[in-house]
Structure formats: structure tokens, C-alpha cells
């Protein structure tokens, strides 16, 4: 069973920083993958970046080096740093893992392919 636990959001101005944690319970396991995702009200959950076990990473289009996905296996934790908030990064923040498998560089996530699941941290990015 793993379990995922988020913490970091909050309330910024536009163009200022955030940083995201993810305490994951991952690390009995030899070959797994993690990500964010992000949703708002009556949209659908979308991907933002994504990590393996290997340290293999993808991310959103969107994403246009803004955010930055890392990992501290010592810690068991995913990161993810986000600079230059804009009001439309504005979200429910979800943190996925998914076991036995890897990350594709440029793939685009998919919630259907992650198992597990966080409750969610908010960020609200004003102008």
C-alpha cells in the first residue's frame, strides 16, 4: 500500500514561487513512478511533470520551464518548485505514484495510468 501525502501549497501573487512536497512511501520498492497533477472546478485532471525511480522526467507543455520536478530518496519525497506563478496555475495540486514502471521523457500523463493518490494541496496564484 503506498500512501501519498502533499503539503506546501498555498496563496501567492502572480510571479512569485511555491514549492510542493510529497511524502511518498515508495521506496520499498525497486522500480515506480510519481507525479503531479493539477485540477480545477469542472475541468479534468491534468498532468504537470512527472519522476521515476531512475530519475527519467517529463513534462507538461504548459509547464515552459516554470516548474521544476525532483526527488530526495533519502527523504522519500517528490518536489515540486514552481516560479513564475501565473493566476492560471491556480489549482488543486495532486500527487500520483504508480509502481513497476518507468517515465518516458515527453510522455504526457495520464490519471489513468497512477494507482495511488494524494488528497491535494491548494495553490491560488492572484494577479
Known amino acids: 500500500q503506498v500512501q501519498l501525502q502533499e503539503s506546501g501549497g498555498g496563496s501567492v501573487q502572480s510571479g512569485g514561487s511555491l514549492k510542493l512536497s510529497c511524502a511518498a512511501s515508495v521506496n520499498t520498492y525497486s522500480r515506480y513512478c510519481m507525479a503531479w497533477f493539477r485540477q480545477v472546478p469542472g475541468k479534468e485532471r491534468e498532468g504537470v511533470a512527472g519522476?521515476?525511480?531512475?530519475?527519467?522526467?517529463t513534462y507538461a507543455d504548459f509547464v515552459e520551464g516554470r516548474l521544476t520536478i525532483s526527488q530526495d530518496n533519502a527523504k522519500n519525497t517528490v518536489y515540486l518548485q514552481m516560479n513564475s506563478l501565473k493566476p492560471e496555475d491556480t489549482a488543486m495540486y495532486y500527487c500520483?505514484?504508480?509502481?513497476?514502471?518507468?517515465?518516458?521523457?515527453?510522455?504526457?500523463?495520464?490519471?489513468?495510468?497512477?494507482?495511488?493518490w494524494g488528497q491535494g494541496t491548494q495553490v491560488t496564484v492572484s494577479s
Open positions: 519522476i521515476d525511480s531512475d530519475g527519467s522526467i
Open positions: 500520483a505514484a504508480d509502481l513497476g514502471r518507468g517515465i518516458v521523457p515527453g510522455q504526457t500523463l495520464s490519471k489513468g495510468d497512477f494507482g495511488y
